[in-house]
């Protein structure tokens, strides 16, 4: 079936990971997407035409999840490496490492603010981070089981984190205790957050499902069974009507949550799809997985605008409020309405004009400081002070690093490079490495045959004068 007008399309699909991609994440402004991946890098893609991309290197096993700051001066990711990077999102690539956790890190988020960071880890412990100092500030263990998520609610009072124990588990920030306990006897969820007014969860089971929980009341509101294998992401679109899902499956699927039923099934990946995301205003969304690819797609069946989304969500922060019919958002009718059947969008059936799929690429390796820490031990780097400038609080900015300044300086440097700037792939810079390896071994091969061939050379001229020697004395003696 061919897409109707209000349908999602794939606009763009970006190639430069070499495994799977693990999780995507667009910037506030929506101009760029960051990718992780199993191959250890983290991508920056611009969502300019012909735009450079940015290969961040220095994780040292697979990169699990990435998030932006809300300001967008910040990238941060989490590896099984078992570290927690912070990177700014320039072609210098400065990052701090933060090292705490004792197994593999499955998970960052920010909180609304910016000011607080929480990592989730198979060590079973969550951990809270205090961005304006770089400092580990506690940790939150109940979990019997691997922890696979944690998420800020939008007012940041609240955690919610899911583990393979089976059970999703809602922190309070303020006295860090376990203050709500959902569990499942079927599987485990994967993915867990929050929709934009901070009053329902959503998970995405292992057991193909999603479920969406009131947590003011503890009751399940709706169980979806659309998937034919284990949901691995989710993501609420900003006015809280619809969510869409990543599946092992190869699917993405869009879910209308006000009448309660699937809308569309996109087909555009090859193999699992492990991640999802709507950028800020919902007017698009993107897509990674098992294929190494990075799919772009346009939302078109509904879009909000960012400021009035806060000005609505600012209404409606505090879970402990009565529901009220204003948690679920009314809308405009919308063409799909009418739709009986779920509509399925294969973009391989047509030709589309998609733009360069494979964008320059700039290659940076991270100089880093790391923090180091457990539960009890605080440490802040000698270099910690050098990042500290582009973080969150407005005061530590200066003048250059003001999120307008670091808005234009990201813009900037996004621009169609110059011949001379453009940067050498991957596949060549590693047989270029390659051939200077082998490069290496012939001069010094070369080296020990011109020893030999000098000690042979020496040798033989002894030999010829113990010849002319013997001679000699032979021609005396006659």
């Not at 939150?140 to 009072?157: E, I, M, Q």
């Not at 955690?159 to 006897?185: A, G, R, Y």
């Amino acid at each position: 079936m061919a897409a109707a007008p209000e349908d999602p399309v794939l606009e763009r699909y970006f190639k430069g990971h070499k495994a799977a991609v693990t999780s995507v994440a667009f910037s506030p402004s929506g101009k760029q997407l960051a990718t992780a991946s199993w191959d250890t890098f983290l991508m920056l893609w611009n969502c300019k035409p012909q735009a450079r991309a940015f290969r961040y290197v220095g994780h040292k096993d697979v990169v699990t999840s990435v998030q932006f700051s809300p300001l967008g001066n910040l990238l941060a990711s989490a590896s099984r490496d078992r570290t927690v990077r912070l990177w700014i999102p320039d072609k210098r690539g400065k990052s701090s490492e933060f090292k705490a956790h004792t197994a593999p890190v499955r998970s960052v988020d920010f909180s609304a603010d910016g000011q607080f960071l929480a990592t989730a880890s198979e060590d079973k412990s969550i951990k809270v981070w205090n961005m304006y100092r770089q400092r580990f500030l506690y940790s939150l263990y109940r979990h019997t089981h691997w922890v696979r998520c944690a998420k800020f609610s939008p007012d940041g009072r609240l955690i919610v984190s899911c583990s393979e124990d089976k059970t999703i588990k809602i922190w309070d920030t303020t006295n860090k205790q376990c203050v709500n306990n959902f569990s499942d006897s079927v599987g485990f969820a994967n993915f867990v957050d929050f929709n934009p007014n901070g009053t329902c969860i959503a998970s995405a089971g292992s057991d193909h499902t999603v479920k969406i929980w009131d947590i003011r009341v503890n009751k399940l509101l709706q169980h979806y069974q659309v998937h034919s294998g284990g949901v691995n992401c989710v993501s609420f679109h900003p006015s809280g009507n619809y969510i869409i899902t990543a599946s092992s499956d190869g699917t993405l699927k869009i879910l209308d949550l006000l009448e309660g039923r699937l809308i569309y099934t996109l087909q555009g990946h090859t193999g699992p799809v492990f991640t999802v995301s709507f950028s800020k205003g919902g007017e698009l969304f993107s897509s990674g997985g098992a294929d190494t690819q990075v799919l772009l797609w346009r939302t078109n069946f509904d879009y909000l605008n960012c400021k009035d989304m806060i000005k609505r969500n600012l209404k409606r922060l505090h879970f402990d409020s009565s529901p009220h019919l204003v948690d679920i958002y009314p809308r405009t009718p919308h063409p799909h309405e009418g739709k009986i059947e779920t509509v399925e969008i294969n973009p391989k059936l047509e030709v589309i004009d998609l733009q360069t799929a494979s964008p320059p690429v700039v290659d940076i390796l991270s100089f880093d400081s790391t923090t180091t820490t457990d539960t009890t031990v605080r440490t802040l780097p000698d270099k910690g002070e050098e990042i500290s400038r582009y973080f969150l609080n407005p005061s530590l900015l200066s003048p250059d690093c003001s999120p307008a300044a670091l808005k234009k300086k990201t813009e900037d440097m996004s621009d169609i490079p110059s011949e001379s700037q453009r940067s050498i792939p991957l596949a060549v810079t590693d047989a270029l490495e390659h051939i200077m390896e082998q490069l290496n071994v012939l001069t010094q091969t070369v080296s020990i045959l011109e020893q030999r061939l000098t000690l042979t050379e020496d040798k033989l001229k002894d030999c010829l004068e113990n010849q002319q020697r013997l001679f000699n004395v032979i021609q005396q003696k006659s």
